[in-house]
């Protein structure tokens, strides 16, 4: 769970990190430092420094990427099937079904393909409170409940 309101790109970063290196003693706090240099509550000013984050989480031994509105479910399952933690920025839309602001991040954990003509479904925890929610990637992609899938960070 993130520990502050605006910390979830560190609290996805070090959900991530701490899978490719599970003895990190790196925390929200020391990633906020190193990215920031400060503890403010601050969002981060894009997805390049949650890939820093992550980075730095796992002391640069793992190489994180960026990958921008690429929602397609073979990325997904491929990165889950090999043990991965998806970071995934979810946008917020208005009533016009425009992108405001930067969006929200959260971590895919599982997905399910039920086969041709299904919608794959991605499971992913959100660090604001620790629940687990699914979307198709239908969902993600088109919008809903008002959040749209824009981009995500991968090792």
Same mark, same amino acid.
């Given at each position: ?80 099937? /090999?043990?991965?933690?998806? +970071?995934?920025? =979810?946008?917020?839309?208005?009533? *016009?079904?425009?992108? @405001? #602001? ?29 629940? /687990?929610?699914?979307?198709? +990637?239908?969902? =993600?992609?088109?919008?809903?409940? *008002?959040?749209?899938? @824009? #981009?995500?960070?991968?090792?």
């Amino acid at each position: 769970v993130q520990q502050k309101s605006k910390w979830c790109w560190a609290a996805t970063a070090l959900t991530s990190g701490k899978e490719a290196y599970p003895n990190t003693m790196r925390n929200q706090a020391t990633i906020c430092y190193h990215v920031h240099g400060n503890l403010d509550n601050e969002y981060a000013s894009g997805l390049g420094e949650v890939e820093e984050a992550a980075e730095f989480v796992t002391y640069y031994t793992s190489d994180y990427t960026v990958a921008e509105n690429t929602a397609q479910a073979e990325f997904f399952c491929g990165k889950i099937l /090999a043990n991965k933690v998806v +970071i995934m920025r =979810l946008s917020s839309l208005d009533v *016009n079904g425009n992108l @405001t #602001g930067y969006g929200h991040l959260v971590t895919v954990f599982k997905t399910y393909y039920p086969g041709s003509g299904g919608s794959t479904i991605i499971y992913f925890h959100d660090p604001v409170n620790g629940q /687990a929610y699914s979307r198709t +990637i239908t969902q =993600l992609v088109m919008g809903y409940n *008002n959040q749209k899938y @824009t #981009g995500a960070v991968y090792n």
